[in-house]
């Protein structure tokens, strides 16, 4: 008899759950440093670019504690343990300076591309790692320190090497993969440019894309598409000097069809003054990459506002829009807003939103697909 259940050999995780569980752990461990040997470390694999490190110091960012990146693969031995000194006629070693002293402290200690680290930068990380020590010396890992690792695959055609079994048991094991949907509910909220959201929005595939692209040049990832959006911002007008970096960062092919995109987008600077004044027209375009290319460009300036009037009042505009759009652009508009963005928090957003007073006519109209939009995503 057959079986349709299916086994994930990788322990792929979105973004948002390698989040929730690295945070979890740390939480834990700040609330009952005594726990510090029974929660296990956690070793995340995945592609070049998909964002493994900046996931990591974001969540110490967003804790307000210690972060200690330690690059193995730039490293040697005694740069991980220490060097020798003679006291009192022995020898002793002195740890790097690097690691946290007070044992009061909280933080993340992160193993960066472990997996490209040399057998015995390894072997040096190995007592941090199984008993929180560093051998042949005094100094001990505070008990708030948290441990975390990344490296990539053995299929990425990037620098990978074996662990030990020993090494690789003392972890808990997962892969991250480049998620659309996740990668741009993160991008809505840090204010990434809209034409590089609304392009992935349109062409998801392209979010990260390795296969067919010359790995030595430019190809398509999630930091690369960080970098993209940071050059728009950078060159602004000069289309000439910021055509040839984005074809740099991302590849010719993929950089064609962006640029085209971006060029659809700067059609909408007219999506403000929709947003702001309650007598503009509202047009809504017909073909779909200008759809999404005016949903994000919406979803981007809705938050920045200076006060709680300027919210209001495009949040009132936002409704206004949305209220004219077919359901799936008007709740992935919605859904978007209520991201918030680094100055407007998540829950000041949805709070922003459902006090809004166009709110009850927006739900009347697209409440059941509204619904089934973030029934889709919690199940994704």
């Known amino acids: 008899m057959s079986s349709n259940i299916g086994i994930d050999l990788h322990n792929c995780v979105s973004a948002t759950e390698i989040i929730d569980i690295v945070e979890a752990s740390v939480k834990a461990l700040i609330t009952n440093p005594s726990l510090a040997h ?9 592609a070049p ?68 680290a040399p057998a015995d930068c390894q072997v040096a990380a190995y007592s941090l790692v199984l008993d929180r020590v560093v051998p042949n010396s005094n100094y001990k890992l505070p008990a708030g320190w948290y441990i975390v690792a990344a490296g990539n695959r053995d299929t990425d055609r990037a620098v990978a090497r074996p662990i030990s079994s020993a090494l690789a048991n003392r972890f808990s094991h997962y892969e991250l993969s480049a998620n659309a949907e996740d990668w741009n509910n993160w991008a809505v909220a ?20 390795m296969d067919g692209q010359d790995l030595q040049q430019g190809w398509p990832s999630p930091r690369s598409w960080e970098r993209v959006a940071n050059i728009i911002n950078m060159f602004g007008e000069k289309e000439d000097v910021l ?8 590849g010719q092919n993929v950089g064609v069809e962006f640029m085209a995109f971006h060029k659809v987008n700067k059609k909408f600077d007219d999506v ?12 809504i375009p017909k073909r779909a990459d200008e759809k999404y290319a005016m949903t994000s460009a919406i979803a981007y300036l809705l938050w920045n506002g200076t006060n709680d009037k300027d919210d209001a009042t495009r949040v009132e505009g936002m409704f206004r829009i949305a209220l004219e759009m077919t359901d799936d652009f008007a709740t992935m508009l919605v859904k978007n807003a209520t991201l918030g963005n680094k100055r407007v928090s ?3 957003a949805i709070k922003k939103i459902m006090s809004s007073k166009s709110y009850a006519n927006f739900n009347k109209k697209f409440g059941k697909a509204m619904t089934r939009r973030f029934n889709l995503n919690l199940a994704d």
Not at 38 to 46: F, S, Y
Not at 243 to 250: A, E, M, R, T
């Open 272 to 283: 403000l003054e929709m947003l702001t004044n309650p007598k503009a027209p509202i047009n």
């Open 49 to 116: 670019g998909v964002g493994k490190s900046a996931i990591i110091r974001e969540i110490a960012s967003r804790l307000g504690i210690g972060f200690v990146d330690v690059r193995l693969a730039q490293m040697e031995r005694v740069d991980v343990s220490g060097l020798p000194a003679i006291k009192d006629g022995m020898t002793e070693w002195l740890p790097p300076a690097f690691w946290p002293r007070d044992p009061k402290s909280k933080g993340i200690i992160f193993f960066d591309e472990i997996t490209s």
């Open 38 to 46: 029974a929660i296990p470390p956690t070793l995340l694999r995945g």
């Open 243 to 250: 055509q040839k970096v984005v074809y740099g960062l991302i």
């Open 190 to 209: 840090h204010d990434i440019h809209p034409s590089v959201t609304g392009f992935v929005n349109f062409r998801p595939n392209l979010l990260f894309k």
């Open 346 to 348: 998540r829950v000041d």
